[in-house]
């Protein structure tokens, strides 16, 4: 059986800019570690950083204008509360989805915090408030991107989450279509453009490949089923069978790393689930998050050795980070 892991291995390399000859860095909501996520500065850090791939979560708003954040609300990383306190839906959330392009522009991106505290989820990263940032739109970010890639000589590609696809279905926004007409308008129509579209819910990725024939490279996020996302069973879909439905529509996956170290035995030594094999003898990449140097899970002792573990143990290709500095130099290490 040995032969299996190198025939994929040929498989992916084959695939361009899908896998390399090192797992692809992938700057999780831009060099967040260090500035707010999100943020046009974000991702100018993590350009500068050396990532293969920077990360856009995708809402829309009212005027249906695509927009990076990562929540359909803007309570948690902008002030929203303070300057439209009157937008508050009855739940005491303020949805991005209420507001014009015009109205969010209004607004100061901020470290994440808690809603109910308004304190930071993260205590030791940019100070909540301090400097300004404003919320980006998917175009603006494509083209701060394509404008240093055009400046360093560096090919960085971009990697966009469709969010919340039933929820924005639910108030007749097409944002499947919507997303795929920006990406198109900045020539993004294949694997050799550096462009990655991943999507928690398998029907806007099987509407992407069938419907609208593009040729992007599809990924299939994975989750908990306790987590709610959607009607998905994420068990069923990591079984062989499932991901050779994936298969069937998607490049690859991205599994939370919690689905491929899943505990510790009595000695606390990891235990590692055979997704990532199942998922290369089905002909996926796969892609885990997220890897963050000031949130490491209980069996690593260090940022290093949770990267040597996924990395060099395991084989995953390609992970998503907070920290994509780190994760550069541990591999060119």
């Known amino acids: 059986m040995r032969w299996i892991p190198l025939i994929c291995s040929l498989l992916m390399t084959a695939i361009p800019a899908i896998a390399g000859d090192h797992p692809l860095v992938i700057a999780h909501r831009g060099a967040s570690g260090y500035l707010p996520e999100h943020t046009l500065e974000a991702v100018a850090a993590a350009h500068a950083m050396g990532t293969d791939y920077i990360e856009q979560d995708v809402v829309l708003t009212k005027d249906d204008i695509?927009?990076?954040?990562?929540?359909?609300?803007?309570?948690?990383?902008?002030?929203?509360?303070?300057?439209?306190?009157e937008r508050r839906r009855p739940d005491g959330r303020f949805y991005a989805v209420d507001f014009t392009l015009a109205e969010i522009k209004t607004l100061r991106a901020r470290e994440r915090v808690r809603p109910s505290t308004g304190t930071p989820v993260y205590l030791n990263r940019f100070p909540v408030g301090a400097s300004r940032f404003a919320v980006p739109t998917l175009a603006e970010e494509i083209e701060l991107i394509q404008g240093m890639n055009r400046s360093t000589g560096r090919e960085v590609g971009i990697y966009v989450e469709i969010k919340a696809p039933e929820f924005h279905r639910s108030l007749n926004k097409d944002i499947t279509r919507i997303v795929l007409e920006v990406l198109r308008r900045y020539g993004y129509r294949g694997p050799e453009n550096r462009c990655f579209i991943q999507c928690f819910h398998p029907a806007p990725l099987k509407r992407l490949r069938r419907e609208f024939k593009t040729e992007i490279p599809l990924i299939q996020l994975i989750g908990e089923n306790s987590?709610?996302?959607?009607?998905?069973?994420?068990?069923?879909?990591?079984?062989?069978?499932?991901?050779?439905?994936?298969?069937?529509?998607?490049?690859?996956?991205?599994?939370?790393?919690?689905?491929?170290?899943?505990?510790?035995?009595?000695?606390?030594?990891?235990?590692?689930?055979?997704?990532?094999?199942?998922?290369?003898?089905?002909?996926?990449?796969?892609?885990?998050?997220?890897?963050?140097?000031?949130?490491?899970?209980?069996?690593?002792?260090?940022?290093?050795?949770?990267?040597?573990?996924?990395?060099?143990?395991?084989?995953?290709?390609?992970?998503?980070?907070?920290?994509?500095?780190?994760?550069?130099?541990?591999?060119?290490?």
């Open 66 to 85: 695509p927009i990076v954040r990562h929540d359909i609300h803007l309570e948690t990383t902008t002030d929203v509360a303070a300057v439209f306190p």
């Open 227 to 333: 987590w709610n996302l959607s009607n998905v069973d994420y068990e069923a879909m990591q079984t062989p069978k499932g991901l050779q439905a994936v298969a069937d529509y998607a490049a690859g996956i991205g599994p939370w790393m919690g689905l491929i170290i899943t505990d510790t035995d009595s000695s606390g030594k990891p235990e590692v689930s055979s997704l990532v094999h199942r998922a290369h003898r089905a002909g996926l990449v796969v892609h885990p998050f997220t890897f963050r140097a000031d949130a490491l899970p209980d069996y690593a002792p260090d940022f290093r050795s949770l990267l040597m573990l996924f990395v060099k143990d395991i084989g995953v290709d390609g992970l998503f980070t907070d920290f994509p500095d780190r994760v550069v130099r541990f591999l060119n290490a």
